[in-house]
């Protein structure tokens, strides 16, 4: 576990599974999280939009490069 894996994978499951950013704010998800790794800090949405935005701009670029 590390922090930056956290912030990818919840990015992610926003990117593939559609869920808004605002998930992570979600009581049965914060309680999830607590369970299974007391203490874990929780991104707020705004943070999993940059992280969003990140991934997709880093993507892009190998999409265009590789068409």
Same mark, same amino acid.
């Given at each position: ?6 912030r990818a ?17 979600d009581p049965?998800?914060? &309680? &999830? ?11 707020s949405p ?22």
């Amino acid at each position: 576990y590390t922090p930056a894996k956290h912030r990818a994978a919840i990015a992610m499951c926003c990117c593939v599974s559609k869920r808004p950013f605002n998930m992570v704010r979600d009581p049965h998800y914060v &309680e &999830e999280i607590q369970l299974l790794r007391p203490g874990t800090a929780i991104p707020s949405p705004a943070t999993v939009s940059r992280d969003v935005n990140q991934i997709y701009q880093v993507g892009s670029k190998h999409v265009k490069k590789y068409f």
